[in-house]
Each structure stands twice: as C-alpha cells, then as structure tokens.
C-alpha cells in the first residue's frame, strides 16, 4: 500500500479529519472513531490512520501513543482500539511495538495487483 501514497492527497486528508493530534510535541496521531459496518451503532471502535514522528530526537518514547490512544478510546466510550502497520517501512518492528503495549494481531491484510 506504501506504493499508493500521494503526499498532497494525504496532507489534505489529514487537515480534514476531526481527529488530529499532536502528542508530546513529538507525534502526528489521526484517527477516527466509527462502528464497524458489522458492529451495532454503539459499539464504536477507535481507528488509528496514522502515527507521524515529527521530531527526529528527543526523549519522547513511542509508549506515548498507545496511552494517547487507549486514553482517547476509554474517552470516546469506545469497545476497541484498532492499530496498523499499512504505511509502515517496518511492519514487525512497529506490530512488535503495539504488542509490547498490549494490542494483539487479530487480522491480516492481502493486497495484489489485477
């Protein structure tokens, strides 16, 4: 899917989505709140889109951004936070990361070209 990124496409995007965050004056963190298309209208799920590291160095750990989002989630009354690797340039590293904070690989995505 990295291969289908347009940098303008997603900047627009993200300056018109409701949920856009800096955390720890470090991380870009969008994300969305919905109920699946097979869930009940209350059973809402947090939806992380992207996860940007703006600041190249400081002490701000990654750990910030699972809190934020498991924060934002309980906030929001939300069932589930939903996290994913799709732009990642490290798929394992970054699942590794998530699962060190206690989310679980539930499924899998397949891509191919027609």
């Given at each position: 899917?990295?291969?289908?990124?347009?940098?303008?496409?997603?900047?627009?995007?993200?300056?018109?989505?409701?949920?856009?965050?800096?955390?720890?004056?470090?991380?870009?963190?969008?994300?969305?709140?919905?109920?699946?298309?097979?869930?009940?209208?209350?059973?809402t799920v947090l939806g992380e889109?992207?996860?940007?590291?703006?600041?190249?160095?400081?002490?701000?750990?990654?750990?910030?951004?699972?809190?934020?989002?498991?924060?934002?989630?309980?906030?929001?009354?939300?069932?589930?936070?939903?996290?994913?690797?799709?732009?990642?340039?490290?798929?394992?590293?970054?699942?590794?990361?998530?699962?060190?904070?206690?989310?679980?690989?539930?499924?899998?995505?397949?891509?191919?070209?027609?």
């Open positions: 899917m990295y291969n289908l990124m347009d940098v303008d496409t997603a900047v627009e995007a993200i300056y018109n989505f409701d949920h856009a965050y800096i955390v720890a004056d470090t991380y870009l963190v969008v994300y969305d709140i919905s109920a699946p298309w097979f869930a009940k209208p209350q059973d889109l992207l996860v940007l590291r703006l600041a190249a160095s400081g002490d701000t750990g990654f750990s910030v951004v699972p809190a934020f989002l498991e924060a934002r989630a309980r906030e929001a009354g939300c069932r589930l936070a939903v996290v994913g690797t799709a732009l990642a340039k490290a798929d394992a590293a970054l699942a590794s990361l998530y699962q060190r904070h206690g989310f679980k690989a539930e499924a899998i995505t397949l891509v191919k070209e027609p």
